[in-house]
């Protein structure tokens, strides 16, 4: 039995707080995390207040921890004590479910998230995670820096994979903050010409310096109609309302909207455009283990950061409070 040392909100909206409990006996597909950095998402807020209606309290946030490996159950053979890893918003998942058997393992029909009811998250020193949920870290990739890319990383990485974003292909990243600045950067590597779309001018040298080459003012209705018909994908990571129906009139020919943002309200659309130009529309969320393993060796491999912000676990409120204030640029990371 190991003591776990933790910070949990005591209910809905309230101030973490520091918390212990005690893990079970080691599964034999267990695996036993040392925590040493946990990035902090937007999710973390959601169900911390509660938003949802389904989180359980006390309730222990972080999905996005790099450390070490402590211990390992009797069947776990692709990670070791000792070794570094990581792991993001899934903890468990069946292996045997037609979506696990495909090697969408993100999609299984009985998916655990790292933060869902009866598991508590990486706010603390130790996690448990099963399986191949748990990913080894490439030895060139900095730990302390890694977190984020096991949630908001696989989130804009993952459909340059599923959907088939070509080398050649024209870009638009929507929106840069945490999951776009690093949309920028993958889509540079990839070999595509990337355009961001940002309405902060604040951002536009540095949305440059990440790896766009050109930037368009996202509120401008007028730039925006220049760029009629100039994209073959667009990746949007907002989460605010928009004029979709504009924002689709810069897709090419069979070009595609993808959204990775997540909307709170219904997105009105005129069909027709979509019909007489084979436009697509299309969503995912984060990506299986492989996915993610691959992502990783590609940002090793392309120099590819997080740009983070870091404070102490035990200022993690003034952290949480930092991220709600919409500040953060553009990832905040907990570190032990």
Same mark, same amino acid.
């Given at each position: ?19 212990e ?8 597909n267990?695996?036993?995390i ?17 938003v ?40 468990h ?22 933060v ?27 730990a ?30 929507l929106g840069?903050?945490g999951?776009?600045h ?7 590597a990839?070999?595509?010409?990337v ?11 540095? #949305?440059? $310096?990440? &790896?766009?080459?050109a930037v /368009?003012? +996202?509120?401008d209705?007028? @730039? *925006? #109609?220049? $760029?009629? &018909?100039?994209?073959?994908? /667009?990746? +949007?990571?907002?989460?605010? @309302? *928009? ?16 959204? *990775? ?13 979509l ?7 299309s ?11 691959d992502m ?27 991220l709600?204030?919409?500040?953060a640029?553009?990832r ?5």
């Amino acid at each position: 039995m190991r003591t776990v040392k933790a910070f949990a909100a005591p209910e809905a909206g309230s101030a973490l707080e520091p918390f212990e409990y005690e893990l079970g006996p080691l599964g034999s597909n267990d695996i036993d995390i040392k925590v040493e950095h946990c990035g902090l998402c937007h999710t973390d807020l959601s169900l911390r207040d509660n938003v949802w209606g389904a989180t359980q309290f006390p309730f222990v946030g972080g999905h996005e921890a790099t450390g070490t490996v402590i211990d390992i159950g009797a069947e776990v053979t692709h990670v070791k004590i000792g070794d570094r890893v990581g792991l993001g918003g899934h903890s468990h998942y069946c292996m045997s479910c037609r979506q696990c058997l495909d090697g969408d393992h993100n999609l299984c029909e009985s998916v655990q998230s790292t933060v869902s009811p009866g598991r508590h998250g990486a706010f603390a020193d130790i996690v448990r995670a099963t399986g191949v949920s748990v990913i080894k870290l490439p030895d060139d990739l900095d730990a302390k820096d890694a977190g984020p890319l096991f949630c908001a990383g696989i989130t804009v990485f993952n459909p340059f994979v599923k959907f088939d974003i070509k080398p050649t292909d024209r870009i638009a990243v929507l929106g840069i903050g945490g999951l776009g600045h690093l949309a920028l950067q993958f889509g540079k590597a990839w070999g595509c010409h990337v355009t961001a779309l940002t309405s902060s001018s604040s951002k536009n040298e540095e #949305a440059m $310096a990440l &790896g766009a080459h050109a930037v /368009i003012n +996202s509120r401008d209705p007028e @730039a *925006l #109609a220049a $760029a009629a &018909g100039s994209f073959d994908v /667009i990746l +949007s990571t907002v989460d605010v @309302a *928009l004029d979709w129906n504009l924002i689709i009139s810069m897709l090419k020919r069979k070009g595609r909207l993808h959204f *990775l943002g997540v909307q709170a309200v219904p997105a009105e659309l005129q069909l027709m455009p979509l019909m007489f130009l084979q436009l697509s529309l299309s969503s995912s969320l984060v990506g299986s283990p492989h996915t993610i393993s691959d992502m990783l060796e590609f940002c090793a491999r392309h120099d590819i950061r997080v740009v983070t912000e870091h404070f102490p676990f035990d200022k993690i409120n003034e952290a949480l409070a930092h991220l709600e204030s919409g500040d953060a640029r553009y990832r905040i990371v907990l570190d032990s």
